[in-house]
């Protein structure tokens, strides 16, 4: 209870006025914009009213807006108002009206007088404390500005809620960051919602201003951002809900903002929100609509395109394409809105707001036949504002609007010819856009023809291709006419024509174009139709008897120019008529083929309309019973005039009344489903019908079911006439379709009857063709495919005409029909027999090369030609009938060709003069390409061609002296193909050696500079040596002689291949010869391997190796790899580059051949040193060159074999073989000894060749390594009995070198080196040779350290030894260096075993120590070992270290460190030294280092402080207990420590100066506080106080100086001991006390050494005074002692620096002792001394009283009036400075105490 009612009562008053508390009102009085607090509290309103109401007034000036507060908030009676007297209404109206002003500011708050105004605000009124959001909300626009800062500061602790997130700023008084404000509007909604309200309010009251809205808009929009990305999180109905609560907050700002058309700003703002909100995918489609409509409506001119910009970005939001009525109507209104969309597209997307723009004015005219938005959408579209989807989707709307349109809706026709004159624009629209209107045109659903008659209008281009490249595209859109000219028209035709007799007549009609046209024009309309079909003209009452009637409605349904309507209608009309005369007796057969054109029609509904004829024309003929009766009663329609009188009509193919009703009742009418549906269907179902069956049936059953024979040829031959004599291009195009698919018919070929059709085509010029396709729309390219289709493989005439095509004598200048003719061609050419094939060749390679004799036309049938020879495949006939035409070197000459052909010793042949120089070019053209075609064909399939190819080959060679190039494109294209054809031979066939000119490759090989022409050859006579080789064999040497100097240099794939196919096929029948002849098959070879040896430079260093290994696994590795091998070495010498390829290519061969190759390399190396070689004068040439010192030789070959044989690889190997007790391990073990002992004797015949033989050394060296260590120590034993102390060293060395190598875990190897130990030992104790023994002691030491610890008895032997007056006790330095260091090993691995030896190696090696501390290298090393050994023998056996060796070794380190040593060997030392420290008992460590401290002492100052840090290691190292136990060593060492500097003075010892005294002292000091941390209370009082007893009174007293100087070391000690254990120790400051009393009573001012020990006294005492935490210094036993004495000092102002010293002590003891009576002591002693006579103590006295003031302050001046005296008289002291420094104690006085003294000293 009475928790809750504290808790209550808090909160009173905490929100209490505090009108009592006159210091909190103070406080709130002093709250200011402008002034700081201190000043702001001391002004009354009417100051304040007066300097703001200065700042209002200028406000007025700026704006009369603010006059209306002067009756108010700023007028004189507000300065008597008092928010805490109004009432509650009273404050809410001050309020609006605080408010009001506050907005109506905000725009001027970066001025003064603003600032002003809102002062007063502030001041009277306190807004920072009852207006705090709306004050804050108005200032921040102003974050960071200096303004808002101050404003952080007057704000009450308690600010609003939804601002609490300014706390961190107004703590720390920084400006808000704007992030920090977006991040508050994001995760803040109320802060988001009262600036959102703020921003609408201003607005309203019209007072916003730039700043206020651009910061709004760029924190709530940012807000907004993040608020819908956070959104996006959670389940999909989480997002949309999330989503829709960020909207609706933002809906109030958006519709009151939107509304405001004055508040342009918050608009723009608006905008930005809304563009976010839509980007964000946070407003559905009727939000977007709703907001759209919204910006539009409330726009301004000014707003207009922001707002655009924004609807361009809803727009694009909005799944829906077409925008409101209402939205469509404003922007209508807009003045030039496509530049302006144009502009705004360049900022961003605005497709989809012209799209539905577009839509809702085709939506506007659609039902309101409002035509006035078409100009703005056509110039939408020429904008290409919109993309191609979007312009498709605006194009189809606008074909089904004028689908819609009709006279209810557009009684004058007005948006009829609006609409389609638009239409017509948008088709002829250039590049992409219209390209994309007429597909949009070809792929809709909507019927174009009818649409086009009903605007009467055409909109599909029909693009026709242009005579010539000048002449542009014809366009055959229609403008809209007049739809009520078609009886005009009617009346402007002629009634009848005499000239006519048919309108597919092949003469010119001139009255056809204007019945077309009159026809187009009625077939909208049925009665128009009608009126069109009864003219006279076309004299429909006699369309049986003469041909006008039908052929017009034929030709015009033929016409792919004419709209689908119209040729619908007039199949429909045709029908009409044929239906309403069935009984005419009339042949019309001559309609059935354009009834299939018809049915070919891309259009469904003519596809339709030709069904319905042909079903009219069925039931026109009689039925098959009733055909014999009545077939001579029919008569034939325009059977003589049908394509005009003449020829062409007269030789028309009729059938036969029985075959038309088949034609008509079997084929057509049974398809004609399926032909609408298809309008390729029609070309199947005459393919099916009319082929010869090609059935492995019997013929009989085959053709069951199907048209007789004769009926299908009849049919065949009709159809193809009228193919062949219509004048329409559409109709002979669509019936080729259907012909060419028909192979033969009663063995006829179509060829037969259609060949005219190309030929008439062919003989056409180009301007004619492209005239006939442009009149009827048709591409030439499907006249011309159809054409040449006509023609079938191995119809002779046909092949003519295409030869013909082809030569040039037809055809010319029509390139595309060539190109045709050469598809054709390709096509056939499979299926052409061999002679017709031969005979095309033939033309196509005269065609091909015919070209470059001329420069028209030709040139493209010649390329032509020589592509598809290329291309096609080439029989053997033909290419022997190619090669065969070739021109020869006898048919150029001048002369008839001799009888024989003369040929030049290299089978070149004889030369002759250049005849011409085109027939020559002309010539190796031809050649070219034929080759070309022949290497293109598979050479291996045609091996009949070898014969000629070699002949050609050996023309080559003529045609290079000729043209003086080497023609190395075509060599290579011959050999290749050769190379093919003997592949071929050694697969299957039998090569015909008579036609191989061997001769003829060698010649390519050796006289040709081409890489790929010499590989080519290289390749072909390696396939020759595997098939024949005696034809190559005496052409070898030649071969790689030139290989060595070029191929092998190269560096490509293909050249590394040809070597390798070359070595594989060459060198093994080379081999095999020369074995037949039982010579050595390596001096044979010896020229072979001396061409790659001198090319090995050459060759590119990644293919060496697997060049080499080739070569030597051809030869034969066991033979051939020692003589490469020497003859390397011997060409370049052993480099590094050689020898790193010789181990490479050694390590390529197996373990076996690599050692047999090792010995027939040291019997070739003893045959270079025989009095006379025999072999190795082949294979090593060196001596040829005048080198002829075999000596040399051997030295040089010697030194590679090092290295071969102490590869890794081969050791490891050999080892695993060895491990195998096998046939393979004893014959690696007979190739071993074999070498090794040829090794043994090279090396005992060289010994006076020392090079040779030290050379043989190296080579037994790397042979011994081979073995693994178990053979290799059996071997050793053996060897090392040999005499020869340089093999004997080698041997031992490479033991040691195998020590290292070998794994700790091998159980043979440790027992052979552990079994091996007696025997080094034995060569210690017996070998006369030091290097010897060095060497042993190293493997002892090694074997040791690896092995040591699995046989210690052995170990110890070693020891022993080592130790011994054979090692040990030896004279060289070297050997005692290895001992001591091996000791130092074998102390690690025997430990205690070790000790029988160390009462001799211990004295060994600290005299080895003492012996050798010098500047020599040599020495150091021994003088490193002896501690190497000490620091073993201390870190595991430490007990063994007596006193006496450790007096001894400290006494040794002293001399050493004081030695100049080099790093190495003081690290050594110190290592040692703190080894000991760490590892020898206490008792032994301590009492050795007081015994050496005198020695240390006496050494010098590096020795000194060695010995410094051995003790403190050795203080650190043990515990308490310890060192507490040796206190009393300790003690004494620190006494002596004390001592150094008086003895040092006494022995004038100048190599301690001052400096390094003091550090000496330091270091002594900081090991006393290590020690002193290690004792208690009860052990280091007594020390101390003796301490102090020994320093003050030990010595005479007539020793001043012995004494000052000890007590010198000891107060220095003092004042670290003070400073360090702090006020622990304060209490121990009573032993020193009258001594430090006695020491400053009796300074000599005139003794330095007193001087000094006075300050340090001082400097003790002020460590003491610091540190006292138990007023021990308060006790006025204490302060009496010292006070006293130190305030008499001032006395000694002119010797003593008191300033320094004396001061510090007074002002610390005055801190210490806070007693008002201590203080008033000290003060009334320091001011007797002002009065002194003496100017420095006055002046010591004054500084004194600043230090006193300065550091007690206001306790210290509780005397002042005592003082006052004192300062007054100083103020006018004679002393200049004693005057200056009591001014400056007078400052600080004041400072202190805050007021003048002035009055006091008066």
């Known amino acids: 209870m009475a928790s809750s009612l504290a808790g209550q009562l808090s909160q009173i008053a905490a929100k209490s006025a505090k009108t009592l508390d006159l210091k909190a009102q103070k406080a709130a009085h002093s709250k200011s914009l402008i002034f700081e607090p201190r000043v702001a509290a001391s002004q009354s309103f009417e100051t304040i009213y007066t300097l703001c109401h200065e700042g209002f007034q200028e406000l007025c000036l700026l704006d009369g807006r603010f006059l209306e507060y002067q009756r108010n908030i700023f007028s004189e009676q507000s300065q008597a108002e008092d928010r805490m007297q109004m009432t509650a209404d009273e404050n809410m109206e001050l309020n609006k009206r605080l408010e009001s002003f506050l907005g109506l500011v905000g725009a001027r708050l970066r001025l003064s007088p603003a600032i002003k105004a809102v002062e007063w605000l502030i001041r009277r009124f306190r807004i920072h404390e009852y207006n705090t959001s709306f004050l804050l909300t108005t200032f921040l626009p102003y974050h960071t500005h200096p303004i808002f800062k101050t404003l952080l500061s007057i704000l009450p602790a308690d600010i609003p809620e939804h601002y609490q997130f300014l706390h961190p700023y107004i703590r720390s008084l920084i400006n808000p960051p704007r992030h920090a404000l977006t991040q508050a509007a994001t995760k803040n909604h109320q802060f988001a919602s009262t600036l959102n309200t703020y921003v609408l309010r201003i607005s309203k009251l019209q007072q916003d201003y730039p700043a206020l809205i651009a910061f709004w808009a760029g924190v709530i929009t940012e807000a907004t951002n993040n608020m819908l990305d956070k959104a996006r999180s959670g389940r999909r109905g989480v997002q949309q809900q999330n989503e829709q609560d960020v909207i609706l907050r933002l809906l109030p700002v958006l519709n009151g903002g939107l509304a405001m058309k004055k508040a342009e700003g918050l608009r723009f703002g608006c905008y930005m929100l809304l563009s976010v909100m839509a980007s964000k995918g946070g407003l559905d489609d009727r939000m977007l609509a709703a907001m759209m409509e919204a910006i539009v409506l409330g726009w301004t001119s000014e707003s207009m395109t922001p707002g655009l910009l924004c609807l361009s970005v809803l727009a694009q939001h909005r799944s829906a394409l077409q925008i409101s009525n209402r939205i469509t109507k404003e922007m209508v209104k807009i003045e030039d809105l496509p530049t302006r969309l144009t502009e705004l597209s360049k900022q961003g997307r605005v497709d989809k707001l012209a799209t539905g723009l577009c839509l809702g004015l085709v939506s506007r005219m659609t039902k309101s036949g409002d035509i006035n938005g078409l100009p703005v959408l056509q110039s939408l579209v020429e904008h290409h504002l919109l993309s191609d989807s979007q312009v498709v989707v605006v194009f189809e709307e606008l074909l089904r609007a004028a689908q819609r349109i009709d006279d209810d809706t557009d009684t004058e026709g007005g948006v009829r010819l609006h609409l389609a004159s638009l239409l017509v624009t948008f088709t002829q629209l250039p590049a992409h856009v219209g390209a994309l209107i007429q597909r949009t045109l070809e792929n809709t659903h909507i019927d174009m023809d009818e649409l086009e008659l009903k605007l009467h209008s055409t909109f599909r281009r029909k693009e026709l291709p242009a005579p010539s490249d000048d002449v542009k595209m014809e366009d055959a859109t229609i403008p809209p006419r007049d739809p009520v000219s078609l009886a005009n028209r009617l009346e402007q035709l002629p009634k009848r024509t005499t000239i006519e007799s048919s309108f597919l007549s092949h003469d010119p009609s001139h009255i056809y174009s204007d019945l077309c046209e009159a026809f187009l024009l009625s077939v909208a309309n049925t009665t128009d139709i009608n009126t069109f079909d009864e003219i006279p ?74 069904t319905k004829l042909l079903i009219a024309l069925e039931q026109f003929y009689p039925r098959s019973i009733e055909l014999k009766k009545s077939a001579k009663q029919f008569r034939v329609w325009a059977s003589d005039d049908i394509y005009g009188m003449g020829d062409k009509s007269q030789d028309l193919k009729r059938l036969p009344l029985d075959t038309v009703v088949r034609l008509l009742h079997d084929l057509l009418i049974p398809a004609l489903e399926e032909c609408v549906l298809d309008n390729k269907h029609i070309e199947a179902v005459l393919q099916t019908s009319l082929n010869s069956s090609q059935s492995s049936e019997s013929p009989k059953k085959a053709e069951s079911g199907r048209l007789p024979q004769a009926a299908r040829a009849s049919i065949f031959a009709f159809l193809a006439s009228h193919a062949v004599h219509t004048p329409l291009l559409s109709a002979r195009l669509r019936l080729l379709a259907s012909l060419n698919q028909v192979r033969i018919v009663a063995n006829i070929s179509r060829t037969k009857l259609l060949l005219p059709i ?49 030569s040039g004598e037809m055809g010319v200048g029509r390139d595309a029909l060539i190109a045709i003719v050469f598809r054709r061609l390709r096509t056939m050419w499979p299926s052409l027999k061999s002679e017709l094939r031969l005979k095309l060749a033939q033309t196509l390679i005269d065609s091909s090369q015919s070209s470059f004799d001329s420069i028209d036309h030709r040139n493209a049938a010649s390329e032509a030609s020589a592509e598809l020879l290329r291309t096609i495949t080439l029989s053997t006939d033909v290419l022997l009938s190619f090669l065969a035409q070739l021109p020869t070197a006898a048919q150029l000459a001048d002369k008839p060709p001799a009888t024989k052909r003369r040929r030049t010793s290299h089978g070149e042949v004889a030369r002759t003069p250049l005849q011409d120089s085109k027939q020559l070019t002309a010539a190796i053209r031809k050649v070219t390409f034929v080759l070309q075609l022949v290497d293109s064909s598979d050479p291996g399939s045609h091996p009949e061609l070898l014969k000629d190819l070699f002949n050609i080959l050996a023309e080559l060679q003529y045609f290079k002296s000729q043209m003086s190039s080497e023609l190395a494109y075509l060599q290579g294209l011959v050999l290749g193909s050769l190379l093919g054809i003997i592949q071929a031979y050694k697969s299957h066939l039998k090569l015909d050696r008579s036609a191989v000119r061997v001769d003829l490759l060698v010649d390519c090989v050796q006289k040709t500079a081409s890489p790929q022409v010499q590989n080519a050859a290289l390749l072909l006579i390696a396939s020759l040596a595997e098939m024949a080789p005696e034809l190559v064999l005496h052409s070898v040497m030649p071969i790689f002689t030139f290989m060595g100097s070029s191929v092998l240099r190269q560096n490509d794939e293909y050249s590394a291949h040809v070597i390798n196919q070359t070595i594989r096929e060459v060198v093994p029948p080379l081999i095999a010869s020369l074995r037949k002849e039982k010579g050595n098959p390596v001096t044979g070879a010896a020229e072979l391997l001396l061409s790659f040896v001198a090319a090995y430079e050459h060759i590119p260093s990644h293919r060496r190796r697997g060049l080499f290994v080739s070569l030597i696994t051809t030869l034969g590795a066991e033979d051939f790899l020692f003589a490469l091998l020497a003859m390397l070495v011997d060409k370049y010498g052993v480099t590094e580059n050689i020898r790193s390829f010789a181990i490479e290519l050694s390590s390529s061969f197996a373990v076996e051949v690599q050692l047999y190759t090792a010995v027939k390399y040291l019997e070739l190396v003893w045959d270079v040193l025989k009095p006379k070689p025999t072999y190795s004068a082949v294979l090593l040439t060196a001596n040829e060159e005048g080198s002829s010192d075999p000596h040399r030789i051997a030295l040089h070959e010697l030194t590679l074999l090092p290295h071969l044989l102490t590869q890794k690889r081969l050791i490891t190997q050999t080892a695993k073989l060895l491990d195998h007790d096998d046939m393979d391990a004893a014959r690696i073990r007979e190739l071993y000894s074999t070498l090794l002992e040829s090794l043994l004797a090279l090396a005992d015949t060289m010994k006076g060749r020392k090079r040779i033989h030290s050379a043989c050394g190296d080579v037994l060296e790397s042979l011994l390594g081979l073995l693994s260590t178990s053979e290799f120590v059996k071997s050793v034993e053996g060897l090392l009995d040999r005499p020869n102390e340089s093999l004997r060293r080698k041997i031992i060395r490479s033991l040691e070198v195998r020590i290292d190598q070998e794994s700790p875990s091998d159980a043979a190897s440790r027992a052979a080196m552990l079994g091996f130990l007696p025997q080094l030992t034995a060569i210690i104790r017996e070998s006369p040779d030091i290097q010897y023994k060095r060497i042993a002691v190293h493997c002892v030491d090694k074997i040791s350290a690896k092995y040591g610890k699995k046989d210690l008895e052995a170990v110890s032997a070693a020891a022993e030894t080592i130790s011994s007056q054979h090692c040990l006790g030896q004279s060289d330095g070297g050997l005692r260096t290895l001992a001591l260091l091996c000791l130092a090993s074998l102390v690690e691995i025997l430990r205690e075993g070790v000790v029988s030896i160390l009462p001799i190696a211990i004295p060994k090696a600290l005299e080895y120590i003492q012996s050798d501390i010098s500047e020599d290298a040599d020495a150091q090393k021994l003088h490193n070992a002896g501690y190497a050994f000490i620091s073993s023998l201390i870190h595991y056996l430490p007990y063994m270290v007596s006193s006496e060796y450790l007096d001894k070794l400290l006494s040794i380190s002293n001399a050493s460190a004081e030695a100049d040593l080099d790093g190495e060997a003081d690290e050594s030392r110190i290592q040692c030294l703190q080894f000991a420290a760490k590892q020898l008992d206490a008792r032994s460590m301590f009492t050795a280092l007081e015994k050496n401290w005198e ?70 000091n900081e090991v006393a506080i290590k020690m002193i941390y290690k004792f208690n209370d009860s052990t280091f009082r007594p020390i101390f106080a003796n301490l102090v007893e020994w320093a003050s009174s030990s010595l005479p007293k007539k020793d001043k100086q012995g004494r000052t100087l000890r007590l010198q070391s000891v107060y220095a000690f003092m004042a670290v001991f003070f400073d360090s254990l702090k006020s622990i120790v304060t209490s121990y400051a009573t032993y020193l006390l009258d001594n430090a009393v006695d020491s400053l009573e009796t300074v000599n001012t005139k003794d330095e050494e007193s001087k000094e020990l006075w300050s340090r006294v001082l400097r003790a005492l002020v460590k003491s005074f610091e540190n006292d935490q138990d007023d021990f210094w308060q006790s006025p036993a204490h302060f009496s002692a010292v006070g006293p004495v130190l305030c008499a000092q001032f006395t000694n102002a002119s010797g003593l620096p008191l300033e320094q ?3 510090p002590a007074i002002v610390e003891l005055a801190a210490a002792a806070e007693s008002s009576d201590h203080h008033k002591e000290l003060n009334v002693a320091i001011l007797k001394h002002m009065r002194s006579e003496t100017a420095s103590v006055r002046l010591a006295a004054v500084k004194c009283e600043q230090a006193l003031t300065d550091r007690l302050g206001e306790e210290w001046l509780s005397m002042l009036p005592e003082m006052l005296p004192f300062i007054s008289e100083l103020q006018e002291d004679d002393d200049d400075v004693v005057e200056k420094e009591t001014h400056r104690w007078i400052g600080k006085i004041e400072n202190v105490l805050g007021e003048s003294l002035d009055s006091m000293l008066q």
């Open 758 to 806: 190309l030929q008439k085509w062919a003989s056409l010029s180009p301007s004619e063709a492209d005239a006939q396709c442009r009149e009827e729309h048709i591409e030439s390219g499907e006249v011309d495919e159809q054409a040449v289709a006509t023609i079938t493989a191995n119809d002779k005439e046909g092949l003519d005409c295409l030869n013909s095509l082809v």
């Open 1701 to 1703: 010293e004396l001061v």
């Open 1495 to 1564: 020695g240390a002492a006496s050494a010098g100052i590096i020795a000194l402080r060695e010995y410094l840090d051995v003790l403190s290691i050795a203080i650190d190292r043990h515990p308490k207990a310890i060192v507490t136990k040796h206190s009393t060593v300790l003690a004494n060492i620190f006494q002596n420590a004390f001592d150094l500097r008086r003895r040092l003075t006494v022995l004038a010892d100048d190599r301690f100066s001052t400096d390094a005294m003091s550090e000496v002292e330091g270091d002594v």
């Open 537 to 610: 003209m076309l004299r429909r009452n006699s369309a049986l008897e003469d041909s006008l009637y039908l052929s017009f409605y034929m030709r015009t349904w033929c016409g792919r120019q004419h709209p689908v309507l119209a040729r619908a209608s007039a199949l429909q009309m045709v029908t009409k008529y044929l239906s309403s005369n069935k009984s005419s007796n009339v042949d019309v057969q001559a309609v059935i083929p354009y009834a299939i054109v018809a049915l070919g029609d891309p259009a469904t509904k003519v596809r339709g309309a030709a």
